[in-house]
């Protein structure tokens, strides 16, 4: 049986080595592979919901539980900036390491495309 952790964010810690200087903090669960490199990834088994009313991330108990395979990253900086899994569309590194799951180091491309997109409108 797998161990049980207070919160999401006590799993990504427990599950990950920070590394001195620059601050990457590698993931050393389970991973999987894809053409840009190795991503960790976590399975959750309670169905994740963000409730929008109270603000917080919880696992939804009364619907029935299905293993979901989540990646560690986008987990990370979406517990992070406090925003639904879902909102997050894709999680880019700013460190190049696929492993880290340091949400310092990660950005959401939706973001930087929603700032260029304001970039853009004020031009015209
Ligand atoms: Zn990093």
Redesign the pocket.
Known sequence: MAKRYASLRERLDANSVPVPF????IWTGATRRAAAGEYGKINVRSRLRYRERSGAWRSDRDGQRKIKSLAAHRLSLALHLDVAYSKLNHVA???N?TL?I?PL?LRSTTQRDNEADKRRASIF
């Open positions: 620059c601050g990457c903090a590194h700013r460190c390491v880290c340091n180091h």
